[in-house]
């Protein structure tokens, strides 16, 4: 359960969300590099095709991008109060993109040309989307001038959840990378949470406490997308 109105350093619970996210990254090492990939490709009686070195190392280099981006996030970013069902339910997400992507892409053989390398600059163009709109909204709030207003300016005057296009983006990318059609599965999954369950359960708590400033920015701006949607 997400709780908006408390505040807490959170440092156990967050300390627990770094060490499960650097498991399942550890575990996306062996999938590429350390022949779990063909173990588990040969468990589901899959052809194993040897896959493509390159693209191995560019899923992991993002895995690990990916993680560093969202440090700030975890540590500095994040005041309310983080339960402990969303200290583990995170890292659980994250390993569907750690874990599952690296699988999606161990097995395919196509070297890696330009649809890859998009989908890499699909990844840093959604991770550095995410952080700046969570460093804007940071420092927005720091100031005490703004207290008690809604953030609606800087990259929050193209989307009302401009960070979660952002994560779109990056997931997308990954999905890019692997060369693999179940990877839409993924985006498509992750598109349905954000846009019919955690940005409802969000906006409610926001018109509720931003009142009529909300309803005006709902009005402007849209909710995921962009100018679409």
């Known amino acids: 359960m997400i709780t908006y109105?408390?505040?807490s350093k959170n440092l156990w619970q967050k300390a627990l969300i770094?060490?499960?996210?650097?498991?399942?990254?550890?575990?996306?090492?062996y999938i590429?590099?350390?022949?779990?990939?063909?173990a588990i490709i040969n468990l589901l009686h899959i052809p194993y095709t040897g896959g493509n070195h390159l693209r191995h190392s560019l899923l992991f280099t993002a895995n690990i991008i990916i993680f560093l981006a969202y440090l700030p996030t975890i540590?500095?970013?994040v005041k309310r109060k983080i339960s402990w069902e969303e200290a583990f339910?995170?890292?659980?997400?994250?390993?569907?993109?750690?874990i599952g992507f690296s699988l999606l892409?161990?097995?395919?053989?196509?070297?890696?040309?330009?649809?890859d390398w998009l989908g890499a600059a699909l990844v840093i163009t959604g991770l550095s989307l995410h952080l700046t709109a969570e460093w804007q909204r940071y420092k927005f709030k720091q100031n005490p001038q703004n207290q008690g207003k809604l953030m609606t300016t800087g990259l929050w005057s193209l989307s009302r959840h401009i960070n979660y296009f952002g994560d779109l983006?990056?997931?997308?990318g990954m999905a890019m990378i692997t060369r693999n059609w179940w990877s839409v599965i993924i985006v498509l999954f992750l598109f349905v949470f954000f846009y019919f369950f955690n940005i409802p359960v969000q906006e409610k708590y926001l018109q509720q406490k931003y009142s009529e400033?909300?309803?005006r920015y709902k009005k402007n701006v849209k909710a995921l997308i962009p100018w679409i949607l």
């Open 89 to 98: 339910s995170v890292p659980l997400a994250f390993a569907l993109y750690y």
């Open 75 to 77: 540590l500095i970013f």
């Open 18 to 29: 770094i060490l499960l996210e650097l498991i399942t990254i550890g575990i996306s090492y």
């Open 5 to 7: 109105e408390k505040y």
């Open 32 to 38: 590429l590099f350390n022949n779990l990939g063909e």
């Open 105 to 115: 892409g161990y097995n395919t053989l196509s070297d890696v040309s330009l649809i």
């Open 213 to 215: 400033e909300f309803t």
């Open 169 to 172: 983006l990056w997931v997308s």
